[in-house]
């Protein structure tokens, strides 16, 4: 399957301060990607859709001040979790689809996630 | 998109097959069947899906019954590594929705020695 790379795989920050978890497709375009959030022993929750080039759509009770969605190329997308807070720790997971080697794929690739601590 | 029902957990002993079932009843004509699993504190993985036809991978078999309202995901071997929890999604594969999964609570497979 296609291949979709999560930076970083584990963070700590501090209470208050910015981090920013970038989301790769590395052989295909991605023309949109998805951001989800997982809590211990819990499914997970879809935050946000992103577009290339376009503002990305959030879910009902996602903040989108909050959780910073960038979607500058067909290949990166990245989440920033801004002011961050210990309820903020969780498991981020992005997806991305979208066209590849000229065809189009209807599944979407998963990266292999960020643990997100704040302290 | 449509809702599916998975039993919680099921077991599976190691080099049997492993068969998941999946209940889909409200599935609409343009809806696919997608199986994802997602081991400990990794990202899901794409297992296989389908729309009205069966259809087999490497690494499972899907079969869809007739009327689309309920699926089996067949792992035809399973192994230790196959322990995980399985999602089975419905999803529309085009325009706005492309990509985009609701994922419900899974069925917890365990492979047991």
């Known amino acids: 399957g296609a291949v979709v790379s999560q930076h970083p795989s584990w963070v700590i920050c501090k209470s208050g301060t910015s981090v920013k978890i970038e989301c790769r497709s590395l052989?295909?375009?991605?023309?949109?990607m998805f951001w989800y959030r997982q809590f211990p022993k819990q499914s997970l929750m879809l935050m946000a859709t992103?577009?290339?080039?376009?503002?990305?759509?959030?879910e009902q009770g996602v903040e989108k001040d909050k959780f910073l969605i960038n979607h500058a190329s067909l290949t990166l997308s990245t989440l920033t979790v801004t002011s961050a807070h210990p309820e903020d720790s969780s498991f981020y997971i992005c997806?991305?689809?979208?066209?590849?080697?000229?065809?189009?794929?209807?599944?979407?690739?998963f990266g292999q996630g960020t643990r997100l601590t704040v302290v | 998109d449509a809702k599916t029902t998975q039993p919680t957990s099921m077991d599976c002993a190691e080099g049997r097959a492993a068969n998941l079932p999946c209940n889909h009843s409200?599935?609409?004509?343009?809806?696919?069947v997608y199986w994802y699993r997602q081991i400990h504190s990794q990202g899901p993985q794409y297992i296989i899906h389908?729309?009205?036809n069966n259809e087999t991978n490497e690494m499972a078999s899907l079969i869809i019954t007739e009327d689309r309202k309920s699926s089996t995901l067949i792992l035809p071997h399973a192994t230790l590594r196959d322990t995980a929890v399985y999602y089975c999604?419905?999803?529309?594969?085009?325009?706005?929705?492309?990509?985009?999964?609701?994922f419900g609570q899974g069925t917890i497979l365990t492979v047991h020695p």
């Open positions: 409200t599935i609409s004509g343009n809806e696919y």
């Open positions: 389908g729309l009205k």
């Open positions: 999604i419905v999803g529309n594969a085009g325009g706005t929705s492309y990509g985009k999964l609701t």
């Open positions: 997806s991305a689809s979208g066209g590849r080697l000229g065809g189009l794929n209807t599944e979407a690739f």
């Open positions: 992103s577009n290339e080039g376009s503002k990305a759509t959030y």
């Open positions: 052989d295909f375009q991605a023309t949109t």
